[in-house]
């Protein structure tokens, strides 16, 4: 943990490198300094049929949803203000152009999901730290 889900509007294809929009969300988390490595993943959905506001075809949206297991208030805003801010810095250009709606959520999980994973093994065969990049 934590999951960061990007949706993104359809309509940002071609003025937004989603992919390097994902790449400064991960780094953001892993630089926040709250999570371990290997429980970091990064992910974006675009979305095909949505409607902004007033419904003008200009009109787009960014949504991050963070979801992390139970952490304490500090930490969650310490992750919080980090993300939002790279998400922010990420975006200005757009923004100070175009009609643009970003948003973040925290979203803390209940401590009792099921979850399975060996990266931190490989990690560690490949020499990489769970705590940098």
Do not use: W
């Not at 780094?27 to 371990?36: E, K, N």
């Not at 208030?73 to 919080?80: G, M, N, T, V």
């Amino acid at each position: 943990m934590p999951h960061q889900i990007v949706e993104y509007s359809a309509n940002l294809d071609g003025r937004v490198e989603i992919q390097e929009l994902v790449n400064t969300l991960h780094l953001a988390a892993v630089d926040s300094g709250v999570f371990p490595v290997a429980g970091i993943r990064t992910r974006a959905v675009r979305r095909e049929h949505y409607r902004v506001a007033d419904g003008h075809p200009d009109n787009a949206f960014v949504n991050v949803y963070l979801r992390v297991a139970p952490r304490p208030q500090e930490l969650r805003d310490q992750a919080s203000q980090a993300i939002f801010g790279a998400l922010c810095g990420f975006l200005k250009p757009l923004y100070e152009s175009s009609p643009l709606a970003i948003s973040f959520e925290l979203q803390q999980l209940e401590p009792d999901r099921l979850r399975q994973n060996n990266l931190r093994r490989y990690m560690a065969e490949r020499g990489e730290s769970d705590t940098n990049l």
